[in-house]
């Protein structure tokens, strides 16, 4: 069964290709994207090793999936099938446990619920690195006639494989993790799974001890509630409520997908992702004594280097995303890789973002912090800005006319380059840092904040980050860094 490819272009940003459901995001875009796969598995000869494919809870994921599967098994590739939305590292998991030659998730992750996703999984469980992607951008783009094998024909003759990964993963976690220590602490969690695909998964795992876990929104709704399924404010702000009112101890949060993690103390304070990223290495470096280096993206905190330098630990720079911080922590043998919006993943673990491991490792640092009689988690959170430095972060994304746009990034881009700030909000610009990928700039001012611009190259918008040293000066940059957007 053959179908002429439809000629919209399919681009793979930091994280995947993402679209509108039904605009771009269509089952034969989906069945390119699959294609692509397949040839550059065949392009290999490893089709023998198979290929992964899991879904989320988004609208028709696990439809879009079976049809990605089609394609692939067209190929006479074998396939290893999600028997339920699953968490998108469990791909990423089964990849590492099958010797599978990729992965495929159909997941937006943090998206809104009219978006849907296709993300590609390299054999060592990371994100697909730029260079697989631009062999399958290019197979795409090729525009080759796309075969079809019926599914039930194709698992009938033995090439589908279904698996259900949560015993596989449990026993996995608990080479690195104690669950039953976990299980056994006197805590009470508040866990917001976002009505997304880890719904269930640390209830499960944390089950059938003196812990006491809360979870809430774990039905499937593809509307995720009306709000970005993101893991931070205001999409998390319910939760932050509960926390208070029902007097929970503790608040871990999950994006989506559940490979971003999050987390809230006994106030229902959020503890935003850079001081997640610096709570995490911290917990590494003084809980269990490692020293192995640490990649965190460029948008991502400088509370690292800070540590880095405490502890004796090398610290990488990435650019945005994990197809670039996944290669670099297996290049660099990192213990941990972190990128801004919450991804986390670990050297002895996986090289992906795991926001359920992410998670344990959050609450085992608050019950070690709590065995040196240092609680609640907000006092934890204090002590430790004491070593590591203030942070105040915030984001924002500066939405431009579809019209303007390309003027927009040239005037950016050229503009900054030939006449660069040398203040932003009141302090001298000390450092511009151009980022790897060609999109934006860093700006460093006197007292040690920064602010980044970073333009998208799937979206008419510019995001701004900036992690300063108090709220007032995080406030004025990240106004100063919209002010410069909008000329």
Same mark, same amino acid.
């Given at each position: ?253 999950? !994006?989506?997908?559940? @490979? +971003? /993690?999050?987390? *809230? ?8 992702? $850079?001081?997640? =990223? ?118 924002? !994304?500066?939405?431009? @006319? +579809? /019209?303007?746009? *390309? ?8 503009? $900054?380059?030939? =006449? ?68």
């Amino acid at each position: 069964m053959t179908e002429a490819a439809p000629k919209s272009p399919i681009v793979f940003g930091t994280d995947g290709w993402r679209a509108r459901i039904a605009e771009d995001f269509t089952f034969e875009n989906v069945r390119r994207c699959a294609d692509g796969v397949a040839r550059y598995v065949t392009g290999r000869g490893e089709q023998a090793k198979g290929v992964v494919l899991a879904y989320d809870r988004r609208f028709a994921s696990e439809h879009f999936a079976m049809a990605a599967a089609e394609v692939i098994l067209a190929h006479d590739i074998p396939v290893a099938f999600a028997s339920r939305a699953v968490p998108t590292q469990m791909c990423s998991y089964e990849v590492v446990e099958r010797g599978a030659a990729a992965g495929v998730v159909i997941t937006a992750s943090h998206n809104p619920w009219t978006d849907n996703g296709f993300k590609v999984k390299a054999p060592t469980g990371s994100a697909g690195g730029p260079d697989m992607l631009a062999v399958i951008e290019r197979s795409i783009a090729e525009g080759a006639p796309v075969e079809r094998r019926p599914f039930a024909d194709a698992e009938a003759a033995g090439l589908v494989t279904r698996y259900d990964p949560y015993e596989g993963y449990e026993v996995y976690v608990r080479r690195t993790v104690d669950l039953d220590a976990l299980k056994a602490a006197d805590i009470d969690v508040l866990v917001e799974p976002m009505w997304g695909a880890g719904a269930g998964w640390l209830s499960r795992l944390l089950g059938g001890g003196r812990i006491r876990v809360h979870e809430i929104h774990q039905e499937r709704n593809p509307f995720f509630g009306g709000v970005n399924p993101e893991p931070i404010r205001p999409n998390i702000d319910e939760a932050l409520t509960r926390i208070v009112r029902e007097g929970h101890e503790l608040g871990l949060l999950l !994006d989506g997908d559940a @490979d +971003r /993690a999050g987390a *809230a103390d006994e106030q229902g304070n959020f503890i935003h992702q $850079l001081e997640v =990223t610096g709570l995490l290495m911290y917990y590494l470096a003084e809980h269990r004594g490692l020293r192995e280096p640490v990649v965190v993206s460029v948008n991502n905190t400088s509370m690292a280097a800070r540590l880095g330098k405490h502890y004796g630990i090398e610290v990488h720079e990435s650019p945005v995303g994990y197809k670039f911080i996944g290669p670099m922590m297996i290049a660099t043998g990192a213990m941990m890789g972190a990128e801004e919006s919450g991804g986390y993943g670990f050297g002895m673990h996986l090289p992906e973002r795991d926001g359920i491991y992410a998670d344990l490792l959050l609450l085992d640092l608050v019950l070690k912090e709590m065995a040196r009689g240092v609680h609640p988690v907000s006092k934890i959170v204090a002590q430790f800005h004491e070593l590591a430095g203030p942070s105040f972060y915030t984001r924002i !994304d500066v939405h431009v @006319d +579809r /019209a303007t746009y *390309a003027e927009t990034k040239r005037r950016l881009l050229e503009g $900054l380059v030939a =006449t660069p700030p040398t203040s932003l909000a009141g302090q001298p610009v000390t450092r511009t840092q151009a980022l790897d990928t060609k999109d934006g700039f860093k700006f460093f001012v006197a007292d040690g904040s920064w602010m980044l611009i970073r333009t998208s190259g799937t979206e008419p918008l510019v995001r701004v980050y900036t992690e300063a040293t108090s709220a007032d000066a995080r406030d004025a940059l990240v106004g100063a860094g919209e002010a410069l957007v909008r000329g």
